[in-house]
């Protein structure tokens, strides 16, 4: 094995340290925030906020085995960064690309 080879036990090291749980739930945080404005509300939201997983609401990532959470928010990131923008939340911005570049 030569020096630039990555040992199984290592390839997935640079997540190590990153809360994708959390950081997921930040972003469900403020995308429910600003969703408490009815003009940002839609028929899309409708569909999504029934979506959002049991664990984001008991904030526990043992109930999120499968990690619905994050994949809710992966999945709908074009949407999210939408949302965002069009309500001009800063928040909701900064937390959804950290999740996005950190665990999207």
Not at 2 to 30: G, H, L, M
Not at 69 to 88: G, I, P, R
């Amino acid at each position: 094995m030569s020096n630039n080879d990555i040992r199984i036990d290592e390839r997935y090291i640079s997540f190590k340290n990153i809360n994708c749980f959390e950081n997921a739930c930040c972003v469900i945080d403020n995308m429910l925030r600003v969703l408490e404005n009815p003009k940002n509300m839609n028929i899309y939201w409708k569909k999504i906020v029934p979506m959002i997983p049991k664990a984001y609401f008991t904030r526990d990532p043992k109930d999120d085995e499968k990690e619905a959470v994050l994949y809710l928010v992966c999945s709908n990131s074009f949407y999210l960064d939408e949302l965002f923008e069009k309500a001009n939340d800063e928040k909701g911005m900064k937390a959804l690309s950290v999740c996005e570049l950190e665990c999207c």
